[in-house]
């Protein structure tokens, strides 16, 4: 479980295909706090630390990606050089900061446009037709591991849909949204209770 708020930026050192594909990523976590067999959010999915090395500052840990984590998430995400956001699991007592995150993909959304508003940005993405109907106007998301509010909710002939939020300076800083260019590609998480309601309404008609 994570709450969507990111700690820290890694890079993806090494990639290897030997069955699911290893992925060795570099941060500046302390590699005695991370144990193996822990979760860590990568650029919101969730992957199982499988080895660590380094120092705090300059640390490693590797990860394996099925074929399955790698045909739901952005395309081309997992190769050499990549930054990655990065939020380790959450442990009891720590501060739900953003919102609930299972660090499962729901699908993939691309950049419409991106407007500045003040000293923000106003980001639309466009989301696929199955998610859709779990966009709300402040509502909550997960675009690429990081917790973000829903603006406006615009539907799309076809079933698709446009949504918008904006960044700050800050969270466009210290995350890898800051660097997000008209028509790339993003990880899209829904609202965990959002998933439910909808199922429950389902159930209903």
């Not at 790698?70 to 900061?97: F, H, I, M, S, Y």
């Not at 919102?99 to 950049?111: E, L």
């Not at 591991?145 to 904006?166: K, M």
């Not at 790339?184 to 998933?195: F, G, H, T």
Request: with cysteine; proline share 4%.
């Amino acid at each position: 479980m994570f709450t969507g708020i990111v700690t820290a930026i890694g890079t993806i050192g090494e990639v290897r295909q030997s069955g699911d594909l290893r992925l060795v990523i570099s941060s500046p976590f302390d590699p005695d706090e991370m144990a193996v067999g822990a979760s860590i959010a990568c650029s919101g999915v969730c992957l199982t630390v499988v080895d660590k090395g380094g120092r705090t500052g300059d640390s490693w840990f590797a990860v394996d990606a099925s074929a399955e984590t790698v045909a739901c998430t952005v395309d081309g995400r997992w190769t050499q050089g990549t930054r990655l956001n990065l939020e380790p699991a959450l442990k009891l007592g720590d501060e739900l900061g953003g919102h609930i995150v299972t660090g499962h993909v729901d699908g993939v959304g691309a950049v419409e446009s991106i407007t500045p508003q003040g000293d923000s940005r106003k980001f639309t993405f466009v989301a696929p037709q199955e998610l859709a109907p779990y966009l709300a106007p402040k509502g909550s998301i997960t675009i690429d591991g990081v917790s973000l509010t829903v603006n406006d909710v615009a539907d799309q002939p076809g079933g698709s849909c446009h949504f918008s939020i904006n960044i700050i300076p800050h969270t466009g800083d210290v995350t890898t949204l800051g660097t997000l260019a008209k028509g790339d590609s993003v990880n899209l998480e829904i609202d965990v209770l959002a998933r439910y309601l909808q199922r429950m309404q389902s159930l209903r008609g």
